[in-house]
């Protein structure tokens, strides 16, 4: 009768689960990979270590990518109108999230890759502000050990 397309989301049903966590953990990756790549700066690569950068190139681009879709999620999906109007920025956020990852995909640069970071956790804030939950700022225990913002959770 008709022939499906392949389709992606998370969830269109909605089923109401959210949570910016992902584009935070992708966000990181792609400083990580940034500072991984940074380090065959200037040396002579053998085949193996081409291969390995090539695989390097391709995590971050990916995680760059994982970022902009996440992100377009909750925007398009979670947020409406309320949240709107008592955060103006969002879509300007939004956009330079976006952007900023999209400069990612194409550069190496890690300041790019920590600026991403910072969007995003304002991002996440907001995010968690919609839902009337508080958040802190940690620092994460693994490389590249840059800021998260994380919600506080009620304890069960």
């Not at 956790?121 to 009337?132: L, R």
């Amino acid at each position: 009768m008709f022939k499906a397309q392949l389709a992606h989301a998370h969830c269109d049903v909605p089923c109401g689960i959210y949570d910016p966590i992902a584009a935070q953990n992708a966000a990181l990756s792609v400083v990580r990979f940034m500072n991984l790549i940074a380090e065959y700066d200037g040396a002579t690569l053998s085949l193996a270590d081409q291969a390995k950068l090539s695989r390097l190139v391709s995590n971050k681009e990916t995680h760059a990518a994982d970022v902009k879709s996440e992100v377009v999620i909750i925007w398009g999906d979670y947020f409406k109108a309320p949240q709107f109007e008592a955060h103006p920025n969002l879509h300007e956020l939004t956009h330079e999230i976006l952007m900023t990852a999209s400069k990612c995909k194409q550069g190496i640069d890690p300041a790019d890759g920590r600026r991403l970071v910072e969007l995003v956790n304002e991002f996440a804030a907001t995010f968690w502000e919609t839902k009337g939950v508080s958040t802190q700022t940690v620092v994460v225990p693994y490389e590249p050990k840059l800021p998260l913002v994380q919600p506080i959770f009620e304890q069960a």
